[in-house]
């Protein structure tokens, strides 16, 4: 029951502020399925695909989706997060917590930091290319070691870069997860045998029930997301961020 209280939070931070709640299903997969952290990571991962999908879908239907921003990112998100899932299975559990810990904290103060920057021109096409291969090798290779969808990283770089606007930058997120998140997923699946229900390292049981509490959630999500400011979205994010991290730090020194 509590798995699924957490997907029900995990698709409204992924409609709403635009990360793909790996930094909450993570560390709760650890703690309340006991779920060593490489199989948390891998199994977060495939959720944040399938709920990724899932919004993308709605969110194109409204014409929320910048597409032409999505493939850029996506090409470079997806490569490095395969890359990096192929990489993490063989590092010791502490340095992928304190990789991800070292994420959050950095992520958190540049989120506090954020000041809107105005969209770049259509004619701007190089600069945009390079912005979003960027921000792209960035998120995948936080996704493929840490297990979170990279959708914090790309949400707050793309607003800050100025490559997608406030309404349009959670959709445009939720996009590129799906092919970062798809990438990581497939190189941990493909770490060990399929006996249902584990996939490799995945556990597709607790994918279902964290996925249907996430598009639960995503109904009322959608809306809000159309309506907060990005002080207001920022704000949010930036303490959701700092108050994992603060634990994390915890469950690492008493360890």
Same mark, same amino acid.
């Given at each position: 029951?509590?798995?699924?209280?957490?997907?029900?939070?995990?698709?409204?931070? $992924?409609?709403?502020?635009?990360?793909?709640?790996?930094?909450?299903?993570?560390?709760?997969?650890?703690?309340?399925?006991?779920?060593?952290?490489?199989?948390?990571?891998?199994? /977060?991962?495939?959720?944040?695909?399938?709920?990724?999908?899932?919004?993308?879908?709605? *969110?194109?239907?409204?014409?929320?989706?910048?597409?032409?921003?999505?493939?850029?990112?996506?090409? $470079?998100?997806?490569?490095?997060? #395969?890359? #990096?899932?192929?990489?993490?299975? *063989?590092? =010791?559990?502490? +340095?992928?917590?304190?990789?991800?810990?070292? +994420?959050?904290?950095?992520?958190?103060?540049?989120?506090?930091?954020?000041? =809107?920057?105005?969209?770049?021109?259509?004619?701007?096409?190089?600069?945009?290319?390079?912005?979003?291969?960027?921000?792209?090798?960035?998120?995948?290779?936080?996704?493929?070691?840490?297990?979170?969808?990279?959708?914090?990283?790309?949400? /707050?770089?793309?607003?800050? $870069?100025?490559?997608?606007?406030?309404?349009?930058?959670? =959709?445009?997120?939720?996009?590129?997860?799906?092919?970062?998140?798809? #990438? !990581?997923?497939?190189?941990?699946?493909? @770490? !060990? /045998?399929?006996?249902? =229900?584990? &996939?490799?390292?995945?556990?597709?049981?607790?994918?279902? %029930?964290?996925?249907?509490?996430?598009?639960? /959630? $995503?109904?009322?999500?959608?809306?809000? @997301?159309?309506?907060?400011?990005?002080?207001?979205?920022?704000?949010?994010?930036?303490?959701? %961020?700092?108050?994992? #991290?603060?634990?994390?730090? *915890?469950? &690492?020194?008493?360890?």
């Amino acid at each position: 029951m509590l798995i699924f209280v957490v997907g029900l939070t995990v698709g409204l931070l $992924s409609t709403v502020i635009g990360m793909g709640g790996g930094i909450l299903m993570v560390p709760a997969l650890t703690a309340l399925a006991g779920l060593p952290q490489i199989e948390a990571m891998a199994t /977060s991962l495939g959720t944040i695909a399938l709920i990724s999908a899932w919004n993308t879908w709605r *969110y194109h239907r409204l014409g929320l989706v910048r597409w032409k921003v999505v493939v850029w990112i996506a090409i $470079s998100s997806g490569l490095c997060a #395969a890359a #990096a899932g192929s990489i993490a299975p *063989y590092l =010791p559990e502490k +340095v992928l917590i304190g990789l991800l810990i070292l +994420v959050l904290l950095t992520l958190a103060w540049k989120t506090f930091q954020m000041r =809107p920057a105005n969209v770049k021109e259509a004619t701007d096409k190089t600069t945009n290319k390079i912005t979003s291969l960027s921000i792209g090798s960035l998120g995948g290779l936080i996704a493929g070691f840490t297990g979170i969808g990279g959708g914090g990283i790309t949400t /707050s770089l793309m607003l800050v $870069s100025g490559i997608t606007e406030n309404r349009t930058t959670v =959709p445009t997120s939720n996009a590129i997860m799906i092919f970062t998140t798809t #990438a !990581g997923a497939l190189a941990f699946a493909l @770490n !060990g /045998s399929w006996t249902w =229900p584990r &996939l490799g390292l995945i556990h597709a049981d607790f994918i279902l %029930l964290l996925a249907t509490g996430a598009i639960i /959630s $995503s109904f009322i999500g959608i809306h809000l @997301n159309q309506l907060i400011q990005l002080k207001t979205r920022k704000t949010i994010l930036g303490f959701i %961020l700092l108050s994992i #991290a603060l634990r994390l730090i *915890y469950q &690492l020194a008493t360890r």
